[in-house]
């Protein structure tokens, strides 16, 4: 492993908590709607679940087995630990002072009550007395401790009540367990469809109807999270499949990472659910307020659009019509020349699906060929890939079951794919496939064409609503080739490592991101510009730093985690790095090299600048040498960089500060009006 500098670096998990801080510093903008604020608490929640499962618990089997090492920035593990502890307890004391101080009570404001059920009248406490009877009751199950009964297994993410009860006849007090279930809604809406009242508290109202007999002493709630990161060991005569349907069973008996209690919670209840579930004192969080915020997101589907953000559809780009309807021979529209598309601006559903819908109608079609990551559970996409095969078309789907916690999900649609004759394989041994790249092969004339999609964002129509996502469509034959020669690579047992016009990992990207780099340290005006969702390489940030140090002007847009100190003078005053956080999640990645006035090298693709992506993962990028579309390229990446409304700069020692408005733009805004702009252009 080569030695790097740990002065030179930013610790990973630190810098991607810092941006969880920039996620909760949205749910209290008073300039956002107070819905799309209930909402960013919730993703702060839910984004700290996933690091808990993940991160903190890849950290603590590190310190369990012994494993001596570190990161670039040289912490060691018990040490990132330590600090991960004291900065999610801040974070957690925040969004506890903010839920409880401001949001509840604006939310009170607008009708939308939090309510508790001790407070509610007569007519209310009916209500949810039948809810409970009708609704909650059949579902639940209480657990028992003792001799006879083994402390039962607490299942990852679950809400829980311990319930302590005791015997009246003989004074024997005993413990028990209470899961809240969670096929039902977090909260409970009474009547007026504007109060809520927690689910736990309508079962701690009738706990005794769970205990008949006994003496309820007490009741507190507790959520467990578990190690949920899945290592899959792979060999070229396994069956993955069937390995990984295994690990996510085995998901639900991973080691506890965290615990989540009030404060109040007594002693010695503490005490056993610590002994009992293996947890030690630092996996223990005290959270006042409700815990398992992520249930906030229920109250996002309320009819209330005066609390929401005006919804943007996205537009249909020019080129493909005037309105999502409009039927155009997309096939044509592409041999024309390449087209790129920014979702959410652009739509999703005008641009992407019809491609491969019409490619699974079209007789002249002869084989479409996608890698699939992420996709939704009723996917347009899947639908026309199914009616395809059963057209007779030659439909082959890289489906990649790795995708954390999408295992299940991709592994219904690989088996729903296969029984409808499609050709579904998994992908490379020992690699992860990320790319996002579609292919249709069409008759035409004495030949065939080879129309491609290359992307940034997953195939799904319900994420493309929200990620920030680019993509090019184009018939170029190099291009097509390329495409052509990766997916029998991917499919088969091609060797393949060199492309005509791809970069692709893991061998390709790294060394072509960094020739270009050194290429623009070596001019007099050289200027880098890169947008990407996380910055972690140390080679590439070495490589970065030495072009700086040659006076080239780097700026970097990264929406999460970067390792990277910039300004430091001697090794990175020339490297600006700014974050946008809002409405929309900025995905893309975006790699421009060179000056205005002179020759610039645009790609775009699935990888960030990560070890995972450049090394351990089969990644494309893509060159963009359309004139059009560098100049849409130029035109996204000035309105991200003049933004002063969502972005934060990045400081030498690792904290973010948010931009003082100036001239007022925001980003997100600025986009929609363009793409409108664009729209209404061609009316």
């Known amino acids: 492993m080569e030695a790097f500098n740990p002065d030179h670096f930013l610790n990973r998990e630190l810098s991607w908590l810092g941006f969880n801080r920039r996620v909760l510093s949205l749910a209290g903008r008073p300039d956002f709607p107070l819905l799309e604020q209930v909402k960013f608490l919730a993703i702060w929640a839910s984004n700290l679940d996933e690091f808990f499962q993940v991160r903190v618990a890849g950290l603590k089997e590190q310190v369990a087995h012994g494993v001596g090492l570190t990161p670039p920035d040289g912490i060691t593990p018990s040490q990132q630990l330590a600090a991960i502890r004291s900065e999610v307890e801040v974070q957690y004391e925040a969004i506890s002072k903010q839920f409880l101080s401001e949001v509840a009570p604006a939310l009170a404001n607008e009708g939308i009550v939090f309510s508790d059920y001790s407070t509610l009248d007569p007519d209310d406490k009916e209500y949810l007395d039948h809810q409970f009877r009708e609704l909650v009751y059949p579902v639940l199950t209480p657990l028992a401790v003792d001799p006879s009964h083994p402390f039962p297994y607490i299942s990852n993410l679950s809400l829980n009540m311990a319930v302590v009860v005791r015997n009246p006849e003989t004074g024997l007090t005993r413990f028990a367990r209470v899961k809240i279930p969670p096929i039902l809604p977090r909260f409970v809406v009474l009547p007026d469809l504007e109060r809520f009242v927690p689910l736990e508290q309508v079962i701690e109202a009738h706990m005794t109807a769970l205990f008949p007999g006994m003496e309820v002493l007490g009741q507190d709630a507790f959520r467990v999270t578990r190690n949920a990161d899945i290592e899959v060991e792979e060999d070229e005569g396994g069956d993955l499949l069937m390995a990984l349907e295994s690990e996510l069973t085995q998901r639900r008996f991973g080691s506890v990472v965290r615990l989540e209690v009030h404060p109040d919670m007594p002693d010695e209840v503490l005490d056993l659910l610590m002994r009992e579930m293996g947890a030690s004192e630092d996996d223990v969080y005290h959270i006042e307020g409700p815990l398992d915020l992520a249930g906030?997101?229920?109250?996002?589907?309320?009819?209330?659009?005066?609390?929401?953000?005006?919804?943007?559809?996205?537009?249909?780009?020019?080129?493909?019509?005037?309105?999502?309807?409009?039927?155009?021979?997309?096939?044509?529209?592409?041999?024309?020349?390449?087209?790129?598309?920014?979702?959410?601006?652009?739509?999703?559903?005008?641009?992407?699906?019809?491609?491969?819908?019409?490619?699974?109608?079209?007789?002249?079609?002869?084989?479409?060929?996608?890698?699939?990551?992420?996709?939704?559970?009723?996917?347009?996409?899947?639908?026309?890939?199914?009616?395809?095969?059963?057209?007779?078309?030659?439909?082959?789907?890289?489906?990649e079951l790795k995708a954390r916690f999408d295992e299940e999900r991709n592994i219904e649609w690989a088996q729903r794919l296969e029984d409808s004759g499609v050709h579904v394989t998994y992908g490379v041994v020992g690699l992860k496939t990320h790319t996002k790249l579609a292919l249709v092969v069409r008759r035409e004339g004495v030949g065939v064409v080879r129309y491609a999609h290359i992307g940034t964002g997953n195939y799904n129509e319900k994420t493309a609503r929200t990620y920030e996502d680019v993509g090019m469509f184009t018939a170029d034959p190099e291009i097509g080739a390329d495409l052509s020669d990766l997916f029998n690579y991917l499919t088969g047992y091609s060797r393949q490592t060199t492309y005509k016009r791809l970069a692709v990992s893991p061998t390709g990207i790294r060394s072509r991101l960094t020739e270009l780099i050194e290429d623009e340290a070596s001019r007099s005006d050289g200027h880098i510009t890169l947008k990407m969702n996380s910055l972690v390489d140390a080679a590439m940030i070495e490589s970065l730093y030495a072009a700086s140090q040659a006076g080239t002007r780097v700026d970097l847009i990264v929406r999460g985690i970067c390792c990277l100190r910039p300004g430091v003078e001697g090794m990175s005053e020339n490297i600006r790095v700014r974050s946008l956080v809002g409405r929309y999640l900025e995905h893309s990645r975006i790699y421009r090299f060179g000056s205005r006035g002179r020759t610039r090298h645009y790609y775009i693709g699935s990888a960030d600048l990560m070890p995972r992506n450049l090394d351990r993962r089969v990644e494309a990028l893509a060159p963009i040498t359309d004139p059009d579309l560098q100049f849409r390229v130029d035109e996204v990446l000035d309105v991200l960089l003049a933004d002063d409304n969502l972005a934060w700069v990045l400081r030498s020692d690792g904290t973010w500060e948010r931009v003082s408005p100036s001239a007022g733009v925001d980003a997100h805004i600025a986009l929609q009006e363009l793409a409108r702009a664009r729209a209404s252009a061609v009316l």
């Open 296 to 399: 906030l997101m229920g109250l996002f589907d309320l009819e209330r659009p005066e609390l929401k953000f005006e919804v943007f559809a996205g537009v249909t780009p020019a080129r493909l019509g005037s309105s999502p309807g409009e039927h155009v021979d997309m096939f044509h529209v592409i041999k024309q020349g390449d087209l790129l598309t920014h979702h959410p601006y652009d739509s999703f559903g005008s641009s992407v699906e019809p491609f491969l819908e019409r490619a699974a109608r079209d007789p002249k079609v002869l084989a479409i060929k996608v890698t699939l990551y992420r996709t939704s559970s009723d996917s347009p996409i899947m639908a026309s890939l199914i009616k395809a095969a059963e057209n007779g078309k030659q439909v082959a789907a890289l489906v």
